[in-house]
């Protein structure tokens, strides 16, 4: 039975995404694996002023997280996105870092010390994990509804 270059297509960027989340060792893993396309600017060593939670911002929320050692502040939990919605997201370390935002397909260096930015756009429905590299924690989910 011949296959139609669309569902060929789909099934290849499937498994590339399949594979690329396979990779990441530091989880178990999104709750939804559907593979979606999702969007992300990074600004590494972006700054951002304001206190830790999410707030309103004119394009969307901003959510500060800082690391120290294995503590994550605020602690994780889920932040729910609605479709087209941006989440700017401002993580701070106390060492050399990475964040990871699964099914946003983005992955940032983190200096220790020196606030990075990521803006995150919600384009399918899922719940997807944003993680630190070293140490490896979860820094909170993101709800995309």
Do not use: K, N
């Not at 296959?3 to 939804?32: I, K």
């Not at 997280?65 to 106390?94: I, K």
């Not at 050399?96 to 200096?111: I, Q, R, Y």
């Not at 994990?129 to 490896?136: I, M």
């Amino acid at each position: 039975m011949a296959t139609s270059r669309p569902a060929r297509a789909a099934a290849l960027a499937a498994a590339a995404v399949l594979v690329a989340l396979a990779g990441c060792a530091s989880s178990g893993g999104d709750q939804d694996r559907t593979p979606s396309p999702q969007t992300a600017t990074v600004a590494p060593g972006a700054t951002s002023a304001g206190t830790a939670g999410a707030s309103p911002t004119g394009d969307g929320r901003t959510l500060e997280v800082t690391v120290t050692g294995r503590q994550v502040d605020p602690p994780p939990g889920q932040v729910d996105l609605a479709v087209g919605e941006t989440l700017r997201l401002v993580v701070t370390s106390d060492r050399d870092s990475e964040v990871h935002a699964h099914g946003f397909e983005v992955e940032a260096p983190v200096p220790a010390g020196v606030p990075t930015t990521i803006e995150l756009t919600g384009s399918a429905p899922g719940v997807y994990e944003v993680e630190l590299h070293d140490p490896d924690l979860l820094l909170l989910q993101v709800a995309v509804r």
